[in-house]
């Protein structure tokens, strides 16, 4: 099993940051990717970003440049730098993993409780 524990969300005005944790535990370590994906409601899911076991990293186009996704290995954690917020980025956000290789962007196996990102204009 894979336990993974978000933190780190909040509300924030458009422009601002905020940076989501990822405490990972149980056999996170040995997962392929690490990575968070995002649900609006009445939306369908969203994958953000993610890295896998060789630190190579993927971004969604709607991402790029504004958000960064990184890991500290010895703490087992992940992060999601979020900057240059947008309304439109309100939404829980879900840390996740999965052992598989061939995965969509949002197909993770092992997800998180989520934290909830609030952008306001």
């Known amino acids: 099993q894979v336990q993974l524990v978000e933190s780190g969300g909040g509300s924030v005005q458009a422009g601002g940051s905020l940076r989501l944790s990822c405490a990972a535990s149980?056999?996170?370590?040995?997962?392929?990717?690490m990575g968070w994906f995002r649900q609006a409601p009445g939306k369908e899911r969203e994958g953000v970003a993610r890295i896998d076991s060789e630190g190579r990293t993927s971004y969604a186009e709607f991402v790029k440049g504004r958000f960064t996704i990184d890991r500290d290995n010895a703490k087992n954690t992940l992060y999601l730098q979020l900057n240059s917020l947008k309304p439109e980025d309100s939404a829980m956000y879900y840390c996740?993993?999965?052992?598989?290789?061939?995965?969509?962007?949002?197909?993770?196996?092992?997800r998180g409780q989520g934290t909830q990102v609030t952008v306001s204009s």
């Open positions: 149980g056999y996170a370590s040995s997962m392929y990717y």
């Open positions: 996740a993993a999965d052992g598989r290789k061939w995965i969509g962007p949002a197909d993770f196996r092992y």
